[in-house]
C-alpha cells in the first residue's frame, strides 16, 4: 500500500441506532472505492464487516470492525460500530480510535433512541460530525421528515449540504448544494455516477438552500460574517474553509443524504468525509500522561511511538488480535515497545491493516493510524503502549458493569471443564462479560448488557469453544436492608474439654440512608471487650452481611454500633469474637424489620406519537412511574423508573406495539423496596434454590 501522509488520512466512525444502514454504506464505501470487487450485502451474509459468524446469522453488527479504502490520494479508515443498545459500550470504545464520525440516521424512522445515544457520547468524546439521512430508497423514506426530527434533537446547525433526487423506489441521486449540480446514479447498484445541472423543478429549493447554508458558515466566524455583509457573497474557497472550521469547532453538522442498499450518494458521501472531516493533524493533541505530566500528543510520525489499544479480538484460529490507534511515532511489524499501563514491555511480531477479518501485512505505520498485531501477551483493551522510556499512557477506557445476570448450566463435566478457558477468552474481547460462580447458590452466572448479549455470549461458548450450556432465567440482584432498630446481644461459649471459647457482644443497628451501604461503630467503654478484639466483631458483621435474613441477599444500608459486651481471660479470641458478632447480627436484622430491595432502572422510550396511550397503559402494568414526557416533532420521549424485574421481557412488546418504530434504553437507577407481595415470591423463590432455608435457626 501507498505511504500516506498523516494529513491524508482520515479515521471515521459509523455510527447511529441500530439497523440504520451503517454496515450497507461501509459495503458500497468499500466496493465504489476498488476495495472489494462487488458490492457485499448485510442480508447475504458477505459484508466486510459484519463478518463473525453470530453477526452473519443475525444480520446485525455486534462488535465493530475496521476496514479501510484508498479515495483521492487519502486514506479513509472507516470504524463500522454496533447500533444496538446492548452492543454500545463497543462503539464507545471505538469512538477512541477515530477523529471524526458519521451519524446515520434512517428515512423512515429518522431520530431513534440509539442515535441519540451516539450523538451524546460523540460531543463526551469532543467528535466532529456529518449526518447521513440514510435508506432514502425505502418505501416511506422522507428525507424532509428525517432532516426535521434531526434538527428538533440536535438543533439548526444540522444543515443540508445536499438534498435527495426522488424518493422511495425513485430515490436516484443527490443535488450538491454547494456546487449546486445534480450527482445521478445507475439503478444497477454499480455507482456509476454521472453530474448533471439541477432539474428545473428544484432549481429555486436548491438556490434557497445554498443561501441558508451560505448563511449558516458566514454566521459562524465574525470575520467571514463581515465580508458576507459588505459584498453579498462569500468566494467558494472563503466557503468551503468556513464550513470546515464550523464543522471542526461543533458549529455545523452537515447533512447528507444516501442508500447504501442500492449504492446511491455513496462517492459524494466519501468526498465529504475527506472534505470536510479532519485529519489527525487537524484535530487538537490527543491528551495523554506523558512522563507523568498532562500533555497533549502531537501526531508527529518523528516522535515518540504512542497508541491506545481500543479492541482486541479472541480468534480460536489465529489467536489475539490488537487493534490499535496509533497517535504519534511510528510502528515496525517487530521491536519491543512498553505497556505504560501495566509497566512491562510487549514484543511485537507482525503489523497488519485491517479490511475486517482480513490481514494485510504492512511493513510500517505510523501516527495517524490505526493498525493491528497478534499474539500480544498481556495487553489488554484500553491499555496504553508506546516507545520504550517514552511513559506515554492514554487515560483508560472505561466499560459499563453488567447490567442483567442469567444462570447458565453445563450440559456436562466436559463442558463444564471447558468454561474456565473459554471465559478467559470471551472476556478478553469482551470486557463488559462476567462469568463467574455465585458463592451462595454455586451457580455458574453469566452476566452482561442484556438479554441479545448475554445469549450471543452463550452462543459464542458453543461455536467457539464448544461449551454446551443451558441458559436459565434472568436473576435479578436484590438487596436486603432493614427499617427499624434492633438492641441484641450475641453470645459465643463452647466447652469441649481443653481450651473453651467465649465471646459476647451488644449491638444496635439502625437503618442508613439508601446508598450508604454500611458503616461500624465502636462505642465500647471500660474495656468491656478488649480492644484487640474488636476488628473481629466488624469482621464478623462484615462477612455475615453478604447474606440477608429473608432470601440470602447481600445486606445494605445499615449500621451497627458495638457498645458493651464481655470477654473471658483464656477463653476469648478473634473467633470467638467473629462468631459472636454473626449471631448478634443475624438476631438483629431479624428484629429489625428487614425487607427487601430491588434494582429499578431508568428507562427512556422513543415512539410515535399514536402509540404513546398503550405504551403507558404497559408501563403501569409493570409497576413503572412515568418521570417526564418530552415532544420532539412527531416523536415522543418518555422518561420512566421501572423495577428491573418488570423490564426482561419489555423489548418484545415495544416492538409489537409500535411495529418497529419505538425504541428504549436503559440504565440502573437505584434501589427500592420491593412491594410486599413481590417480596413473598422472591423469599419462595430463595427457599427453592436453597439461597436460605425456610425457617432458618442458628
Ligand atoms: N432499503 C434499504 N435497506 C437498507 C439500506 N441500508 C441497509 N438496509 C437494510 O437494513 C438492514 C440493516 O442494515 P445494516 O447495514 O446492517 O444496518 P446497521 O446500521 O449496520 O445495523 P447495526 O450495525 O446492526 O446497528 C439490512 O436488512 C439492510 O439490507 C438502504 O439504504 N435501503
Ligand atoms: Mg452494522
Request: aromatic fraction near 8%; hydrophobic fraction near 35%.
Amino acid at each position: 500500500m501507498k505511504d500516506y501522509a498523516v494529513d491524508k488520512i482520515r479515521n471515521i466512525a459509523l455510527v447511529g441506532h441500530g439497523s440504520s444502514g451503517k454496515t450497507s454504506v461501509a459495503a458500497a464505501l468499500l466496493f465504489d472505492t476498488g476495495a472489494t470487487s462487488r458490492l457485499t450485502k448485510v442480508d447475504k451474509g458477505n459484508t466486510v464487516t459484519d463478518y463473525d459468524p453470530d453477526e452473519i446469522e443475525r444480520k446485525i453488527s455486534i462488535s465493530s470492525a475496521v476496514c479501510f479504502c484508498e479515495w483521492k490520494d487519502h486514506k479513509v479508515n472507516i470504524v463500522d460500530t454496533p447500533g444496538y443498545s446492548n452492543f454500545l459500550w463497543d462503539t464507545k470504545a471505538s469512538l477512541r480510535a477515530v477523529d471524526a464520525a458519521a451519524v446515520f440516521v434512517c428515512g423512515v424512522a429518522g431520530v431513534e433512541v440509539g442515535t441519540e445515544k451516539v450523538w451524546e457520547m460523540l460531543e463526551e468524546h469532543g467528535l466532529p460530525r456529518l449526518i447521513v439521512i440514510n435508506k432514502l430508497d425505502r418505501e416511506n423514506a422522507n428525507f424532509g421528515r428525517a432532516l426535521e426530527a434531526v434538527r428538533q434533537f440536535f438543533g439548526r446547525q444540522a444543515i443540508p449540504v445536499q438534498l435527495p433526487v426522488g424518493e422511495d423506489k425513485n430515490f436516484s441521486g443527490v443535488i450538491d448544494l454547494i456546487e449546486k449540480k445534480a450527482c445521478l446514479f445507475e439503478k444497477d447498484e454499480s455507482g456509476k455516477m454521472s453530474e448533471g445541472a439541477v432539474p428545473a423543478a428544484m432549481v429555486e429549493e436548491v438556490d434557497r438552500r445554498n443561501k441558508e447554508l451560505v448563511e449558516m458558515v458566514a454566521e459562524s466566524d465574525e470575520k467571514l460574517m463581515e465580508k458576507y455583509l459588505e459584498q453579498g457573497e462569500l468566494s467558494p474557497e472563503e466557503f468551503r474553509s468556513g464550513l470546515k472550521r464550523a464543522i471542526l469547532g461543533h458549529q455545523l453538522f452537515p447533512v447528507f443524504a444516501a442508500s447504501g442498499l442500492t449504492n446511491i450518494g455513496i462517492q459524494p458521501l466519501l468526498d465529504g468525509m475527506i472534505a470536510f472531516l479532519p485529519s489527525p493533524v487537524e484535530r487538537d493533541g490527543v491528551k495523554a500522561s506523558v512522563k507523568g505530566q498532562d500533555q497533549a500528543v502531537q501526531p508527529s510520525p518523528d516522535g515518540p511511538f504512542s497508541a491506545l489499544v481500543f479492541k482486541t479480538i479472541s480468534d480460536p484460529y489465529t489467536g489475539r488480535i490488537t487493534l490499535m490507534r496509533i497517535f504519534s511515532g511510528r510502528m515496525n511489524p517487530d521491536g519491543t515497545v512498553t505497556n505504560s499501563s501495566r509497566d512491562t514491555d510487549e514484543k511485537f511480531v507482525g503489523l497488519f491493516f485491517l479490511q475486517g477479518k482480513e490481514q494485510i501485512s504492512a511493513g510500517q505505520a505510523k501516527a495517524g493510524d490505526i493498525a493491528a498485531t497478534a499474539k500480544l501477551k498481556v495487553t489488554s483493551t484500553g491499555d496504553s503502549l508506546c516507545a520504550k522510556g517514552a511513559a506515554i499512557a492514554f487515560p483508560p477506557i472505561n466499560f459499563p458493569e453488567p447490567s442483567i445476570s442469567f444462570a447458565i448450566e453445563p450440559k456436562t463435566r466436559a463442558d463444564e471443564d471447558r468454561i474456565s478457558q473459554a471465559t478467559h477468552r470471551i472476556t478478553e474481547e469482551d470486557p463488559t462479560v462476567r462469568i463467574e460462580r455465585d458463592p451462595d447458590t454455586a451457580q455458574l452466572l453469566i452476566s452482561g448488557n442484556g438479554e441479545l448479549h448475554v445469549r450471543i455470549i452463550t452462543e459464542r461458548l458453543k461455536k467457539r469453544f464448544n461449551v454446551d450450556v443451558d441458559l436459565k432465567p434472568p436473576k435479578i440482584s436484590y438487596k436486603e436492608t432493614i427499617k427499624g432498630r434492633a438492641d441484641v446481644q450475641g453470645r459465643h461459649k463452647k466447652q469441649t474439654g481443653g481450651r473453651g471459647q467465649f465471646g459476647d457482644v451488644w449491638i444496635k443497628m439502625e437503618p442508613l440512608a439508601r446508598g450508604k451501604d454500611f458503616e461500624f461503630e465502636d462505642k465500647v467503654f471500660g474495656g468491656a471487650i478488649p480492644r484487640n478484639f474488636i476488628p473481629s466483631v466488624e469482621k464478623g458483621i462484615l462477612e455475615a452481611r453478604k447474606k440477608g435474613v429473608l432470601a440470602g441477599y447481600p445486606a445494605v444500608d445499615f449500621k451497627v454500633i458495638l457498645y458493651d459486651g464481655s470477654y473471658h481471660d483464656v477463653d476469648s479470641s478473634d473467633i470467638a469474637f467473629k462468631i459472636a458478632a454473626t449471631k448478634a447480627y443475624k438476631k438483629a436484622m431479624k428484629e429489625a424489620k428487614p425487607t427487601i430491595l430491588e434494582p429499578v432502572m431508568n428507562v427512556e422510550i422513543y415512539t410515535p406519537e399514536a402509540y404513546m396511550g398503550d405504551i403507558m397503559g404497559n408501563l403501569n402494568g409493570r409497576r413503572g412511574k412515568v418521570q417526564g414526557m418530552e415532544q420532539k416533532g412527531t416523536m415522543r420521549v418518555l422518561k420512566a423508573q421501572v423495577p428491573m424485574s418488570e423490564m426482561l421481557d419489555f423489548e418484545p412488546t415495544l416492538t409489537s406495539i409500535t411495529g418497529g418504530r419505538g425504541s428504549f434504553l436503559m440504565e440502573f437507577s437505584h434501589y427500592e423496596e420491593a412491594p410486599s407481595h413481590i417480596q413473598q415470591k422472591i423469599i419462595a423463590e430463595a427457599v427453592k434454590e436453597g439461597r436460605v432455608k425456610s425457617e432458618e435457626e442458628d
